[in-house]
């Protein structure tokens, strides 16, 4: 099962916000609020590499998200 975290940089003041509409993307397993150069991080699952591919690069085109950074993990 693919498996992989991606880091969220949001406008300022919008953290709380794009987090709980994060929390209720299907494949997300967890999100959390960070400090430091990103603002929150989330960890994503799916069946395959092409379902977790769409779930990052389309559902989570979320509002008030100015980047992301995906990191795959290639090994469970």
Partial sequence: MPI???L???????E???LQEIKRIEGV???FNLW???DIIA?????TIDKLNQIINQKLQVK??????TMVITET
């Fill in 16 to 18: 709380r916000e794009v």
């Fill in 36 to 38: 430091g150069v990103y």
């Fill in 64 to 69: 008030k998200v100015n980047n992301k950074l």
């Fill in 8 to 14: 969220l940089n949001t406008e300022i003041g919008s």
């Fill in 29 to 31: 397993q967890e999100a």
């Fill in 4 to 6: 992989a975290y991606v």
């Fill in 43 to 47: 960890q994503v699952k799916a069946d």
